[in-house]
Nanobody, 126 residues
Framework: QVQIVESGGGLVEAGGSLRFSCKAP????????MAWFRQPPGKGREGVPC????????WYADSVEGRFTIPRDNAQNTLYLQMNSLELADTAMYYC???????????????????WGQGTQVTVSP
């Protein structure tokens, strides 16, 4: 059973920054397309950014473009989500997702991903 573990959530004031980490012990993440999704209170799950296995291709939701980045360190088997200039609307449960793919692109849809973390909460306060 693949286990994906996120860390780094918490409470932050609007305008602040947070960085998440995502690890999958035993899973060679350099063969996986990866993404972060989030689910705001009372809403459905939405894609935030995704990244191809070699980082050649990324996609960002309009709402986070210019504020979030999705670096990955395949040597450390770790995916990150760097969130800057946080807004109240960024309050959500954030999930790391992975799916095996050797192509040079990533997927926006949650239905393309096979493996999910348990989620980590971000609360942005005024």
């Amino acid at each position: 059973q693949v286990q994906i573990v996120e860390s780094g959530g918490g409470l932050v004031e609007a305008g602040g920054s947070l960085r998440f980490s995502c690890k999958a012990p035993g899973l060679p993440l350099d063969n996986y397309v990866m993404a972060w999704f989030r689910q705001p209170p009372g809403k459905g799950r939405e894609g935030v950014p995704c990244v191809s296995r070699g980082s050649a291709s990324t996609w960002y939701a309009d709402s986070v473009e210019g504020r979030f980045t999705i670096p990955r360190d395949n040597a450390q088997n770790t995916l990150y989500l760097q969130m800057n200039s946080l807004e109240l609307a960024d309050t959500a449960m954030y999930y790391c997702a992975a799916t095996p793919d050797l192509g040079d692109f990533c997927y926006r849809s949650q239905y393309e991903y096979d493996h999910w973390g348990q989620g980590t909460q971000v609360t942005v306060s005024p």
